[in-house]
């Protein structure tokens, strides 16, 4: 039975009466019944809508209890599977409020198998919503023995050496019947675009991505239903060097992972009449090369378009001169359906200006530092060749600057055929850039002859965070395009020089903060299965992750902080989604690697050996009395041992390993007393007395009780007496948390809002529209940092974001309900900002917080999600001065709880957007709550 609507006024008036008779302090018993039905909505697979072509045996089903009334749970659910109509699953009515990751608990599924299903909930008061609209995920291939079709590599012999024209593959079939489905499963070792009829195939890029390739390889499943027609058939596919064969990592190295490039591609026709048939790659297959005369991740691309083919991938088309292809057998990899969101053209950039440089060049301004490629548009005589070069940044002369990209040649070139307008982006190619060196164009070019295309993972845009200053903005706009041009595919530290890699660090620093702009759920999944893959026998975690280093002995070793990635990275998905498969699925990775490390640091529980990068890119000085901050190795080796092995015996807990929690509970005390013991002096100095040193030992919690405030006090008083961070990598990111939480919050406002160098705004003084790898990629007297490491679109400093989200404009997770069950909104005005905001798509849908300072008054919002719940602190605040909505905050609807606590206002709310207003008078700097 739903409580009727005219019975709220009376349960608010009820909750005020109690109030009054003294019998609560500030306990409300509004428990508020929505007064529209329920609808379930937003239904996802695997956090996939209606994903097709996936490999997990029991996919996670997920959808959103819609709702605008406050107080909306779900207290029930039903799931229904059908396949081909018939019912698969049905769980009947489930008493639960669960409503994200809900495994599929049918009989076993089958490979190329489409399943629908639906969801119908009842809230709160009982009532049951409609059955939702329909939803559906569809199997790829499960077994080896599904592939049918075969590896191919073009017959030709290739020079090795130097990057080779890109080989193209042509197949024919005939198709008999009339056509109800087809799918496409398509993989190679390289990259590759696939054609049918004439018409390219989906518009992922870089495909099949980048995994370990010696382990595991994706393949993508596209639906061609629509491609394939009944008679002549042809397919085409297209080769890029890519990942596999192209230059990687520094040195000219190629061919990594393997000198032929090749292809797997399978076509399942299913027919009106229930016919099924399978066509795809062998020996029939017939290869040449056309117009990409080369292609390199680094170096760029050569396109001759007098060399096109037109109708190669067409039936009909005569291919009598082309050469055979080889079947072969690659080494055995698993293939495996991509966990993770493709790389697409996300965005399109505009010039905004054409320069002539002193030195001569003609160059195109984006006016942002993007990465993807650039879309021409021209007409010339056949055999015009116009050059693209791509660059970051111009020197102080304003002529374009490339020394920092190192051997990364950044080129493309274009040779045109003459035949009326021509438009051309690259293939196999990426470029980070915001200037566009353009020669030999045929006439004069003009703003409307090129585009950015911007290319990245495609990630569902999840969060926003806003403020009253316009330097702080312009930060988060930095950080969140140091996401876009560095999570393609993988999460790279850079995408402009000879590296673009994996790195460990980077990533592991960075990855909450990405879970706030983006939704990287899907994204980190697939790289984590590569961390597994990729992780040696004795539980080294990689450099860089695929791993391109370790052979060839080079970073060998695992670098503390770097290799943490194993372990921090499972545990901050799992609190930003609620996600315990990715727990599960990496747990032996992470506990190989605390494994490790117990082992380096033997029974003194101290990691002093080995070789680290330490605290990578520190504040440093050519000044004689203070020359820079250097934090021992050993300390930060140590540090995250005790912290690693801490999430190790968490994610125990969460996964009800009890042994191996006992272990790790018992060994954890014991690295944070080894810890003391070695680093840590009677009086509370840590270590070399660096800002990280302290940072560490209070992020970690790795100091006794006793000696935490006089640590911070001294964190506090080192950065007061510089007036500036001299934090690298390793300290940046939990700089501020530290100082806030240790009652500090002046001290980190100062931080943030410094606009000398060393601070987070000053690149933005300089006009930077991403986040510079260091501190002074360009000084402040116009010259640039040391070439040979100087990216101007490198994440890791943008990790301050998430300090920006969770406590500046305060939306917290509560790791007891992690994944925004338990939404914990905790503003922290301060800093002279006079309003902050910052929104969250969750899996259950929007939270928010703000607030605004004006007229001595603070308001603070807060929006909780559906079948969530909040917990909202006003910091300094009185019961008695406070509303929500304009009603006394007790007697508010979906305001279940009012408590006084020192100097804050706690509220337990249920779903729904909240206003509280109060008078700002007692606001001052306030530790944050623990
Ligand atoms: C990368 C980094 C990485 C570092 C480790 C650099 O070349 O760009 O961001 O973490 O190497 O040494």
């Not at 991505?209 to 595991?216: E, M, V």
């Not at 192209?246 to 040195?251: I, K, R, V």
């Not at 291919?319 to 990899?333: G, I, K, S, T």
């Given at each position: 039975?739903?409580t009727?609507?005219?019975?709220?006024?009376?349960?608010?008036?009820?909750?005020?009466?109690?109030?009054?008779?003294?019998?609560?302090?500030?306990?409300?018993?509004?428990?508020?019944?929505?007064?529209?039905?329920?609808?379930?909505t937003?239904?996802?697979?695997?956090?996939?809508?209606?994903?097709?072509?996936?490999?997990?045996?029991?996919?996670?089903?997920?959808?959103?209890?819609?709702?605008?009334?406050?107080?909306?749970?779900?207290?029930?659910?039903?799931?229904?599977?059908?396949?081909?109509?018939?019912?698969?699953?049905?769980?009947?009515?489930?008493?639960?409020?669960?409503?994200?990751?809900?495994?599929?608990?049918?009989?076993?599924?089958?490979?190329?198998?489409?399943?629908?299903?639906?969801?119908?909930?009842?809230?709160?008061?009982?009532?049951?919503?409609?059955?939702?609209?329909?939803?559906?995920?569809?199997?790829?291939?499960?077994?080896a023995?599904?592939w049918?079709?075969?590896?191919?590599?073009?017959?030709?012999?290739?020079a090795?050496?130097a990057?080779?024209?890109?080989?193209?593959?042509?197949?024919?079939?005939?198709?008999?019947?009339?056509?109800?489905?087809?799918?496409?499963?398509?993989?190679?070792?390289?990259?590759?675009?696939?054609?049918?009829n004439?018409?390219?195939?989906?518009?992922?890029?870089?495909?099949?991505?980048?995994?370990?390739?010696?382990?595991?390889?994706?393949?993508?499943t596209?639906?061609?239903?629509?491609?394939?027609?009944?008679?002549?058939?042809?397919?085409?596919?297209?080769l890029?060097?890519?990942?596999?064969?192209?230059?990687?990592?520094?040195?000219?190295?190629?061919?990594?992972?393997?000198?032929?490039?090749?292809?797997?591609?399978?076509?399942?026709?299913?027919?009106?009449?229930?016919?099924?048939e399978?066509?795809?790659?062998?020996?029939?297959?017939?290869?040449?090369?056309?117009?990409?005369?080369?292609?390199?991740?680094?170096?760029?691309?050569?396109?001759?378009?007098?060399?096109?083919?037109?109708?190669?991938?067409?039936p009909?088309?005569?291919?009598?001169?082309?050469?055979?292809?080889?079947?072969?057998?690659?080494?055995?990899?698993?293939?495996?359906?991509?966990?993770?969101?493709?790389?697409?053209?996300?965005?399109?950039?505009?010039?905004v200006?054409?320069?002539?440089?002193?030195?001569?060049?003609?160059?195109?301004?984006?006016?942002?530092?993007?990465?993807?490629?650039?879309?021409?548009?021209?007409?010339?005589q056949?055999?015009?060749?116009?050059?693209?070069?791509?660059?970051?940044?111009?020197?102080?002369?304003?002529?374009?600057?490339?020394?920092?990209?190192?051997?990364?040649?950044?080129?493309?070139?274009?040779?045109?055929?003459?035949?009326?307008?021509?438009?051309?982006?690259?293939?196999?190619?990426?470029?980070?850039?915001?200037?566009?060196?353009?020669?030999?164009?045929?006439?004069?070019?003009?703003?409307?002859?090129?585009?950015?295309?911007?290319?990245?993972?495609?990630?569902?845009?999840?969060?926003?965070?806003?403020?009253?200053?316009?330097?702080?903005?312009?930060?988060?706009?930095?950080?969140?395009?140091?996401?876009?041009?560095?999570?393609?595919?993988?999460p790279?530290?850079?995408?402009?020089?000879?590296?673009?890699?994996?790195?460990?660090?980077?990533?592991?620093?960075?990855?909450?903060?990405?879970?706030?702009?983006?939704?990287?759920?899907?994204?980190?999944?697939?790289?984590?299965?590569?961390?597994?893959?990729?992780?040696?026998?004795?539980?080294?975690?990689?450099?860089?992750?695929?791993?391109?280093?370790?052979?060839?002995?080079?970073?060998?070793?695992?670098?503390?902080?770097?290799?943490?990635?194993?372990?921090?990275?499972p545990?901050?998905?799992?609190?930003?989604?609620?996600?315990?498969r990715?727990?599960?699925?990496?747990?032996?990775?992470?506990?190989?690697?605390v494994?490790?490390?117990?082992?380096?640091?033997?029974?003194?529980?101290?990691?002093?050996?080995?070789?680290?990068?330490?605290?990578?890119?520190?504040?440093?000085?050519?000044?004689?009395?203070?020359?820079?901050?250097?934090?021992?190795?050993?300390?930060?080796?140590?540090?995250?041992?005790?912290?690693?092995?801490?999430?190790?015996?968490?994610?125990?807990?969460?996964?009800?390993?009890?042994?191996?929690?006992?272990?790790?509970?018992?060994?954890?005390?014991?690295?944070?007393?080894?810890?003391?013991?070695?680093?840590?002096?009677?009086?509370?100095?840590?270590?070399?007395?660096?800002?990280?040193?302290?940072?560490?030992?209070?992020?970690?919690?790795?100091l006794?009780?006793?000696?935490?405030?006089e640590?911070?006090?001294?964190?506090?008083?080192?950065?007061?007496?510089?007036?500036?961070?001299?934090?690298?990598?390793?300290?940046?990111?939990?700089?501020?948390?530290?100082?806030?939480?240790?009652?500090?919050?002046?001290?980190?406002?100062?931080?943030?809002?410094?606009?000398?160098?060393?601070?987070?705004?000053?690149?933005?003084?300089?006009?930077?529209?991403?986040?510079?790898?260091?501190?002074?990629?360009?000084?402040?007297?116009?010259?640039?940092?040391?070439?040979?490491?100087?990216?101007?679109?490198?994440?890791?400093?943008?990790?301050?974001?998430?300090?920006?989200?969770?406590v500046?404009?305060?939306?917290?997770?509560?790791?007891?309900?992690?994944?925004?069950?338990?939404?914990?909104?905790?503003?922290?005005p301060?800093?002279?900002?006079?309003?902050?905001?910052?929104?969250?798509?969750?899996?259950?849908?929007?939270?928010?917080?703000?607030?605004?300072?004006?007229?001595?008054?603070?308001?603070?919002?807060?929006?909780?999600?559906?079948?969530t719940?909040?917990?909202?602190?006003?910091?300094?605040?009185?019961?008695?001065?406070?509303?929500?909505?304009g009603?006394?905050?007790?007697?508010?609807?979906?305001?279940?709880?009012?408590?006084?606590?020192?100097a804050?206002?706690?509220?337990?709310?249920?779903?729904?957007?909240?206003?509280?207003?109060?008078?700002?008078?007692?606001?001052?700097?306030?530790?944050?709550?623990?």
């Amino acid at each position: 039975m739903r409580t009727s609507a005219l019975l709220v006024p009376t349960i608010a008036r009820l909750a005020v009466a109690l109030t009054w008779m003294g019998l609560s302090s500030a306990t409300s018993l509004s428990a508020v019944a929505p007064l529209t039905p329920p609808a379930a909505t937003d239904l996802r697979c695997e956090y996939m809508v209606d994903p097709i072509g996936i490999d997990a045996t029991h996919p996670r089903l997920s959808w959103r209890l819609q709702s605008t009334e406050r107080g909306a749970v779900q207290s029930a659910y039903q799931i229904q599977v059908t396949q081909d109509g018939k019912l698969r699953w049905d769980t009947g009515r489930v008493a639960s409020d669960r409503s994200v990751h809900l495994p599929y608990g049918g009989s076993a599924l089958e490979s190329s198998r489409r399943y629908t299903w639906h969801v119908r909930v009842w809230d709160g008061g009982g009532t049951v919503s409609a059955w939702s609209a329909p939803a559906s995920w569809e199997m790829g291939l499960l077994n080896a023995e599904d592939w049918k079709a075969r590896w191919i590599e073009p017959a030709a012999s290739e020079a090795s050496t130097a990057p080779q024209p890109s080989p193209m593959l042509r197949g024919a079939f005939a198709v008999k019947g009339k056509v109800k489905s087809a799918r496409a499963y398509v993989t190679s070792l390289g990259l590759y675009e696939l054609e049918i009829n004439g018409t390219r195939v989906g518009d992922q890029l870089f495909t099949p991505g980048w995994t370990s390739y010696r382990h595991r390889v994706q393949y993508q499943t596209y639906d061609v239903t629509a491609h394939v027609r009944a008679g002549e058939n042809a397919i085409g596919a297209t080769l890029g060097d890519g990942w596999y064969r192209n230059s990687l990592a520094w040195g000219n190295r190629r061919h990594v992972y393997g000198e032929r490039l090749a292809l797997l591609c399978q076509l399942r026709i299913e027919f009106a009449d229930g016919r099924i048939e399978t066509v795809g790659s062998d020996g029939t297959w017939k290869s040449t090369t056309g117009p990409i005369r080369m292609s390199d991740i680094y170096m760029g691309e050569t396109y001759d378009a007098r060399l096109e083919r037109p109708g190669w991938s067409a039936p009909g088309y005569p291919d009598r001169d082309w050469l055979p292809v080889r079947v072969v057998d690659p080494a055995p990899r698993t293939l495996v359906a991509p966990a993770g969101p493709p790389v697409r053209r996300i965005d399109i950039v505009r010039p905004v200006r054409i320069l002539e440089t002193p030195a001569g060049d003609t160059v195109f301004d984006m006016g942002q530092n993007m990465v993807g490629h650039v879309r021409v548009s021209m007409r010339g005589q056949a055999g015009t060749t116009v050059t693209l070069r791509h660059a970051e940044v111009l020197d102080k002369a304003g002529n374009v600057y490339t020394d920092n990209l190192r051997a990364a040649r950044q080129q493309v070139t274009y040779i045109l055929k003459g035949a009326g307008d021509e438009v051309y982006e690259p293939h196999f190619t990426f470029q980070g850039f915001r200037y566009v060196v353009v020669s030999g164009w045929p006439g004069e070019p003009t703003l409307d002859s090129l585009v950015g295309v911007v290319v990245h993972s495609d990630m569902r845009v999840t969060g926003s965070f806003e403020t009253s200053s316009p330097l702080l903005n312009q930060l988060q706009h930095n950080i969140r395009w140091g996401q876009k041009g560095n999570f393609l595919d993988v999460p790279t530290d850079c995408p402009q020089r000879d590296e673009r890699l994996g790195w460990t660090g980077d990533a592991q620093v960075f990855a909450r903060t990405a879970a706030f702009n983006m939704d990287v759920a899907g994204f980190f999944t697939k790289w984590l299965a590569d961390v597994g893959a990729d992780q040696q026998s004795d539980g080294a975690v990689p450099h860089v992750v695929p791993d391109v280093l370790s052979e060839k002995g080079r970073g060998a070793s695992a670098s503390a902080a770097w290799a943490d990635a194993a372990v921090i990275i499972p545990w901050t998905m799992y609190l930003n989604y609620g996600d315990t498969r990715v727990l599960e699925t990496q747990y032996a990775s992470m506990k190989a690697w605390v494994e490790y490390m117990r082992r380096q640091a033997g029974d003194a529980n101290l990691w002093n050996t080995g070789s680290h990068f330490g605290d990578w890119l520190a504040f440093a000085t050519t000044d004689a009395d203070y020359p820079g901050a250097t934090t021992g190795k050993d300390l930060i080796a140590t540090a995250f041992y005790a912290h690693s092995t801490d999430l190790l015996k968490r994610t125990a807990a969460v996964l009800g390993k009890t042994d191996d929690e006992a272990v790790y509970a018992a060994l954890v005390p014991k690295i944070r007393a080894a810890f003391v013991r070695e680093f840590v002096t009677a009086a509370g100095r840590v270590g070399e007395n660096t800002q990280t040193a302290y940072v560490l030992a209070l992020e970690f919690e790795l100091l006794p009780d006793d000696l935490r405030a006089e640590a911070a006090r001294r964190l506090a008083a080192d950065v007061r007496a510089r007036a500036h961070l001299t934090t690298g990598f390793v300290g940046t990111p939990y700089l501020c948390h530290v100082l806030a939480r240790h009652g500090h919050l002046d001290v980190a406002y100062l931080l943030l809002n410094r606009q000398q160098y060393p601070s987070w705004l000053y690149p933005g003084t300089q006009g930077a529209t991403t986040i510079w790898e260091r501190w002074d990629g360009i000084k402040p007297d116009g010259s640039f940092q040391d070439p040979g490491m100087n990216s101007f679109n490198h994440y890791a400093y943008g990790a301050i974001g998430e300090w920006m989200y969770r406590v500046v404009a305060g939306l917290e997770i509560d790791p007891e309900e992690p994944g925004y069950k338990h939404v914990l909104v905790q503003p922290h005005p301060g800093g002279g900002l006079t309003s902050a905001v910052a929104r969250l798509q969750t899996l259950y849908g929007e939270a928010a917080s703000g607030w605004t300072l004006a007229d001595g008054t603070l308001t603070v919002s807060a929006t909780i999600p559906p079948n969530t719940r909040g917990t909202v602190c006003l910091p300094a605040a009185t019961l008695a001065g406070l509303t929500e909505s304009g009603v006394a905050v007790a007697s508010a609807p979906g305001v279940k709880h009012a408590v006084q606590r020192g100097a804050d206002v706690l509220v337990e709310v249920g779903s729904g957007s909240y206003v509280f207003v109060y008078p700002a008078a007692q606001l001052e700097s306030k530790p944050v709550r623990e």
